[in-house]
């Protein structure tokens, strides 16, 4: 499996990838794994010795608290590099051997108040630097969206920008600028029993 998917093209290996979604992550040695990017921020880490990768993709960094919700924890960075690093230890990876490599942050919704792709980007830094994990290669920020894959058979990560007016970012953007007000909505909806927040 590994010497089939080492002699593709990245046009290729994104046609058989494995793609996660807002909030998802995944761990492989025998399959790419790729996804769609726009203010979220996508972590891969991988491990030299086993050809183990893993990825995460979160909306926004950190969601702590008493009026916090489950979907907002499970779309979360701290979340999601916590399940992350837990899968590939259950693995067998080790947190010596880890590197990682880092996607995504874009400004490509000027309606956001909020700086949540600055914010994502920030986070993502921090934390692989208090779990001394190396940050080997990143593409943070400006105004694209980004197509990212890595192939867990050599760790090489690909990362595509695009413009922001094609459909499928379209489709992207506009998923994070609902879930973006709904976080301006959420203290009202919770006190008057709303609505609850939607899962992209």
């Known amino acids: 499996m590994l010497a089939k998917y080492s002699a593709y093209s990245a046009r290729e290996l994104e046609r058989v990838a494995l793609n996660i979604n807002p909030g998802g992550w995944a761990v492989a040695t025998d399959r790419p794994i790729a996804t769609l990017l726009g203010s979220c921020v996508a972590v891969c880490l991988f491990d030299t010795k086993l050809g183990l990768a893993g ?6 960094p950190s969601r702590r608290g008493p009026n916090v919700v489950e979907e907002d924890i499970v779309l979360s960075g701290d979340y999601a590099m916590e399940v992350l690093r837990n899968a590939m230890y259950a693995r067998g990876a080790s947190p010596l051997r880890l590197t990682a490599k880092a996607f995504g942050g874009g400004n490509v919704v000027s309606s956001i108040q909020m700086a949540i792709g600055d914010r994502n980007v920030a986070f993502a830094r921090q934390w692989l630097e208090r779990e001394n994990i190396p940050l ?3 593409d943070f920020g400006d105004a694209w969206s980004r197509k990212v894959l890595i192939c867990p058979s050599t760790g090489d990560a690909y990362c595509r920008r695009n413009p922001i007016h094609l ?14 007000k709904t976080l301006h909505q959420e203290k009202t909806d919770r006190q008057g029993g709303g609505k609850k927040i939607e899962l992209f």
Do not use: G, S
């Open 167 to 180: 459909p499928d970012v379209q489709a992207a953007i506009e998923a994070e600028t609902r879930y973006e």
């Open 136 to 138: 080997l290669a990143c």
């Open 55 to 60: 990825m995460n993709h979160f909306l926004l």
